[in-house]
């Protein structure tokens, strides 16, 4: 396959999720457009119950058109098959019965409730302060970290895509010891971080942004993946070049990919 100024598009969300919009041959067709080597399907496995997405992903079904995909696309594009999981530390059982009965070959894990409370959406911040709608997200960031079954954390400050209608910008410096803490965490456990474009698309900037990306290169991180966290055709790739440019900024040589759960470096393009 030709080198691909972007080499690969980690969090894409296609149909089997509850919020997709995507059939997977969209996804692949995008992906080829736009010279995208290879693509990871990481679906919503959400297990909260009342959540929109809880029991929507059906793995079976999954797989199989997953599959089909991987052989009328042979040659031209590698499909990877993931899934991102929400409050992994919560339901420890339901992960590992859906991980262990399916070949993924990656998995996000991904922090979308504060104790009971969604938390992306504004209402979130409405009636709280910035620091204490973050910090209360940072240590239950920091509850999943310790303890959640994944290979790359989504997302690590996502609630600024919604705080910023609230409170302003978000200033990663301002957070920078409970940021650190869970970098830390992640990096004990050989668990890596993606830049998240799809809060480019919301927020003008990426999750995390360059300050925190630097922290983790400078503390040891490693693993690395770039995601759009694409829900539609025009997401696909979003940004991506923007997100192997912070990289090589903060310092990174190389990205990561995976294969059944194993970790790849490959060269930054």
Same mark, same amino acid.
């Given at each position: 396959?030709?080198?691909?100024?972007?080499?690969?598009?980690?969090?894409?969300?296609?149909?089997?999720? +509850?919020?997709?919009?995507?059939?997977?041959?969209? &996804? *692949?067709?995008?992906?080829?457009?736009?010279?995208?080597?290879?693509? *990871?399907?990481?679906?919503?496995?959400?297990?909260?119950?009342?959540?929109?997405? *809880?029991?929507?992903?059906?793995?079976?079904?999954?797989?199989?058109?997953?599959?089909?995909?991987?052989?009328?696309?042979?040659?031209?594009?590698?499909?990877?098959?993931?899934?991102?999981?929400?409050?992994?530390?919560?339901?420890?059982?339901?992960?590992?019965?859906?991980?262990?009965?399916?070949?993924?070959?990656?998995?996000?894990?991904?922090?979308?409730? &504060?104790?009971?409370?969604?938390?992306?959406?504004?209402?979130?911040?409405?009636?709280?302060?910035?620091?204490?709608?973050?910090?209360?997200?940072?240590?239950?960031?920091?509850?999943?970290?310790?303890?959640?079954?994944?290979? &790359?954390?989504?997302?690590?400050?996502?609630?600024?895509?919604?705080?910023?209608?609230?409170?302003?910008? +978000?200033?990663?410096?301002?957070?920078?010891?409970?940021?650190?803490?869970?970098?830390? &965490? *992640?990096?004990?456990?050989?668990?890596?971080?993606?830049?998240?474009?799809?809060?480019?698309?919301?927020?003008?900037?990426?999750?995390?942004?360059?300050?925190?990306?630097?922290?983790?290169?400078?503390?040891?991180?490693?693993?690395?993946?770039?995601?759009?966290?694409?829900?539609?055709?025009?997401?696909?790739?979003?940004?991506?070049?923007?997100?192997?440019?912070?990289?090589?900024?903060?310092?990174?040589?190389?990205?990561?990919? +995976?294969?059944?759960?194993?970790?790849? +470096?490959?060269?930054?393009?």
């Amino acid at each position: 396959m030709a080198h691909a100024a972007i080499p690969h598009d980690y969090h894409v969300h296609t149909l089997f999720s +509850f919020d997709g919009r995507l059939p997977l041959d969209t &996804v *692949c067709d995008e992906a080829i457009a736009r010279g995208i080597p290879e693509v *990871c399907t990481t679906d919503h496995a959400d297990f909260v119950p009342g959540d929109d997405g *809880c029991g929507y992903f059906q793995p079976a079904a999954f797989f199989a058109e997953l599959e089909r995909c991987r052989e009328r696309y042979d040659g031209r594009l590698t499909l990877r098959a993931g899934v991102e999981i929400g409050e992994a530390h919560r339901y420890p059982a339901e992960v590992d019965q859906l991980l262990n009965g399916h070949p993924f070959d990656f998995v996000i894990g991904s922090l979308h409730y &504060v104790g009971d409370e969604f938390l992306m959406t504004r209402r979130y911040f409405e009636g709280r302060t910035a620091r204490e709608a973050y910090t209360a997200y940072f240590a239950e960031l920091l509850e999943l970290a310790k303890v959640g079954d994944f290979d &790359v954390l989504g997302h690590l400050d996502v609630p600024k895509r919604y705080g910023v209608a609230v409170h302003g910008p +978000f200033d990663e410096r301002e957070y920078e010891e409970e940021i650190r803490a869970v970098l830390r &965490v *992640c990096i004990e456990r050989g668990i890596g971080i993606e830049i998240n474009t799809g809060t480019t698309r919301r927020a003008g900037v990426p999750s995390p942004g360059p300050e925190a990306l630097r922290w983790y290169r400078e503390m040891g991180g490693e693993i690395l993946t770039i995601g759009s966290d694409g829900h539609r055709a025009e997401h696909i790739g979003y940004a991506l070049d923007e997100a192997v440019a912070l990289a090589r900024a903060a310092g990174f040589t190389h990205l990561t990919t +995976f294969e059944r759960r194993q970790p790849r +470096f490959v060269p930054l393009p």
